[in-house]
């Protein structure tokens, strides 16, 4: 009972979220999979298609149409892989970089908005579940 009560409630949060930043980064026009691989692009900086696909938890397929998007938006630039040519190299460019700002400035407006809804005690009860369930997330990964 009590995890079917978690999970409809972490549902309801995620959604609620979800809409929120949503509607933050609608102007930005890209899609969410294309906002979630340039935001982790900013944050690694230049790197393969497939890390940036497992970092995001983007089906492969899904990353590489992305990419494709991205790519004809002058938004990243794609390489080959120098010591293994399968593999696709991505770096932003300069208006890559300076939309990754504009993807961030969008976050801050939705944490904004998420948290005036909410009290110390609400952030350190999801900050408390979130320790909790960490673990489960790397014992999936390995």
Same mark, same amino acid.
């Given at each position: 009972?009590? #995890? !079917?009560?978690?999970?409809?409630?972490?549902?309801? /949060? !995620? +959604? /609620?979220?979800? @809409?929120?930043?949503?509607? $933050?980064?609608?102007?930005?026009?890209? %899609? +969410?999979?294309?906002?979630?691989?340039?935001?982790?692009?900013?944050?690694?900086?230049?790197?393969?298609?497939?890390?940036?696909?497992?970092?995001?938890?983007? $089906?492969?397929?899904?990353?590489?149409?992305?990419?494709?998007?991205?790519? !004809?938006? #002058?938004?990243?630039? *794609?390489?080959?892989?120098?010591?293994?040519?399968?593999?696709? @190299?991505?770096?932003?460019?300069?208006? %890559?970089?300076?939309? /990754?700002?504009?993807?961030?400035?969008?976050?801050? +407006?939705?944490? !904004?908005? @998420?948290?005036? *809804?909410?009290?110390?005690?609400? /952030?350190?009860?999801?900050?408390?579940?979130?320790?909790? @369930?960490?673990?489960?997330?790397?014992?999936?990964?390995?």
């Amino acid at each position: 009972m009590i #995890g !079917k009560r978690f999970l409809a409630s972490f549902s309801e /949060v !995620k +959604r /609620v979220v979800m @809409l929120v930043s949503w509607r $933050d980064m609608a102007p930005l026009g890209l %899609g +969410r999979a294309q906002l979630a691989l340039l935001r982790e692009l900013g944050n690694s900086g230049p790197t393969t298609q497939s890390k940036l696909a497992r970092a995001t938890v983007i $089906d492969p397929s899904a990353a590489t149409r992305a990419f494709a998007g991205l790519a !004809k938006l #002058g938004l990243i630039r *794609r390489a080959r892989g120098t010591t293994d040519r399968r593999t696709s @190299l991505v770096a932003l460019t300069a208006r %890559g970089r300076q939309l /990754v700002r504009r993807i961030e400035a969008a976050r801050a +407006r939705t944490a !904004k908005h @998420l948290a005036a *809804r909410l009290d110390t005690r609400d /952030v350190a009860a999801l900050e408390r579940i979130g320790a909790k @369930l960490a673990p489960l997330a790397r014992e999936l990964d390995e």
